[in-house]
């Protein structure tokens, strides 16, 4: 939509394709449907948010960067707001409120939409190098072709695949000898075998330190908040951590270790426990640990610090104090796989940046054909940034 709309401003005669039976499924999801449309930080340190091929977005952040998003959808009368970390959301709260700002702007620059309507294929021809000549498109099970001199393809990812985005135009590609790059789940909760973390489900922690290994890598630190789900581990520094985690790595081992104490050192820590065992010592140890841990944690806290719940407090040892403290700042959780394509927020993978020129988002095999949003081979992690992604590929390849 915004590649249609930049196209359509500068006069171009612009057709949209899209296969379901309204625009902007996806976007409807976004934000818990209040759609995080961008990040208001300085424009430098969107870079540092892009997880994958950062480089490759160079020109397309300062074509169009998070300021000129917000002016854009000022103009398009959707007044944002922003909020904590940066997060720029409609004033209204609504997603619906952007793809309808979208869609007026599409209207007013005489954009024609074709609904319910599938690209199946791309048509070429050759004058010494390849260039698009249109597309094809299947409609009510009728094949026709759509001739055009330049073709934007935005067809998003493989992840919410309901949504529409189902990665088939990536095949399409492939077979036209497009480099794809295998899409993989990112933004997603991990599962776990644990029994203990099932007992878990519902608790949220917030102010707590994750790390998390993949083999012997340190893939991701972070800080913030976490949830335990019936199935494992999610929330936001969850879905942050998977960004750096690649399919291939589960099987050789991933591992969450939270810091249930991030803010305390090891030697505060142990002063802290030891404060609290003073004040509890004729108590039993299971009793011992309610102002230190949310409740529903502590029996999992006592099981793995190897301390028998019903001893008391008094003879608790040192080194087995030391070992709960050891367990405070190293909660483990042995990861089994992430909830796949139909969980992930975004996908990583898809067209190689090598095929396509960054400062035109036009493919280098096919002259006339351009690329936007997720379908390329760039991610970052959450906060605004992927949508950021999408509108500035978009605007820059619709600058034709
Ligand atoms: C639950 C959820 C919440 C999210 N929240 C945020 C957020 O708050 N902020 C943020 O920055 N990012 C968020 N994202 C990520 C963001 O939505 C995507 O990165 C973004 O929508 C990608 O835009 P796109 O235009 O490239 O692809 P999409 O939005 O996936 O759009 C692609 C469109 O192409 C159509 N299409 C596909 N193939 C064909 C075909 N062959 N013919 C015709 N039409 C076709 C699809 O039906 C679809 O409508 C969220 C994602 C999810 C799933």
């Known amino acids: 939509m915004m590649a249609a709309a930049a196209a359509a401003e500068r006069g171009n005669k612009v057709t949209l394709v899209e296969q379901n039976d309204k625009l902007g499924k996806k976007l409807f999801l976004t934000g818990k449907g209040r759609c995080n449309i961008t990040n208001a930080c300085p424009v430098e340190e969107l870079f540092d948010n892009i997880v994958t091929n950062r480089k490759f977005l160079y020109s397309a952040f300062y074509d169009f960067d998070n300021e000129a998003v917000v002016d854009f ?5 959707l007044p944002t ?14 997603s ?8 007026n702007k599409m209207e007013s620059l005489g954009v024609r939409v074709l609904l319910n309507t599938r690209v199946t294929g791309l048509m070429t021809e050759n004058d010494g190098e390849d260039y698009i000549s249109g597309v094809i498109l299947k409609s009510d099970g009728n094949k ?15 992840s919410y695949p309901l949504t529409g985005s189902d990665g088939r135009m990536l095949s399409v590609l492939a077979d036209m000898g497009i480099k794809i790059n295998a899409p993989e789940p990112s933004l997603v909760p991990f599962s776990t075998n644990d029994a203990s973390v099932h007992d878990l489900q519902g608790l949220s922690l917030k102010n707590v330190g994750v790390t998390v290994y993949a083999g012997d890598r ?31 790595d589960y099987s050789e081992g991933v591992k969450t270790v939270i810091d249930l104490k991030p803010a305390l050192t090891d030697e505060e820590l142990d002063e802290r426990v030891l404060r609290d065992f003073e004040k509890e010592q004729n108590r039993n140890f299971g009793n011992s640990l309610g102002k230190l841990l949310p409740s529903k944690i502590i029996t999992a806290v006592i099981k793995r610090s190897g301390i028998e719940s019903d001893k008391k407090v008094n003879s608790i040892t040192r080194q087995e104090r030391l070992r709960l403290c050891h367990v405070l700042k190293n909660f483990e959780i042995d990861i ?20 396509i020129n960054p400062s035109t988002m036009e493919c280098r095999k096919i002259r006339g054909l351009y690329f936007a949003g997720e379908m390329i081979d760039v ?8 949508l950021q992604i999408a509108w500035s590929t978009g605007h820059l390849a619709g600058s034709i």
């Open 379 to 386: 991610d970052a992690v959450t906060g605004g940034f992927n």
């Open 218 to 248: 340190k893939a991701y630190s972070g800080f913030g908040e976490m949830l335990f789900t019936h199935f494992g581990l999610s929330g936001p520094l969850i879905l942050s951590a998977s960004a750096y985690v690649r399919d291939k």
């Open 336 to 355: 089994s796989g992430s909830r796949g394509f139909s969980e992930a927020i975004i996908t990583r993978g898809g067209v190689d940046t090598s095929m």
């Open 73 to 77: 959808f000022r103009d398009c009368r």
């Open 144 to 158: 026709t072709g759509l001739y055009a001199d330049r073709v934007i393809l935005a067809t998003g990812g493989t």
């Open 96 to 103: 619906s409120d952007v793809i309808k700002a979208l869609r």
């Open 81 to 94: 707001k922003t909020e904590r970390g940066n997060r720029v959301f409609p004033v209204s709260d609504r």
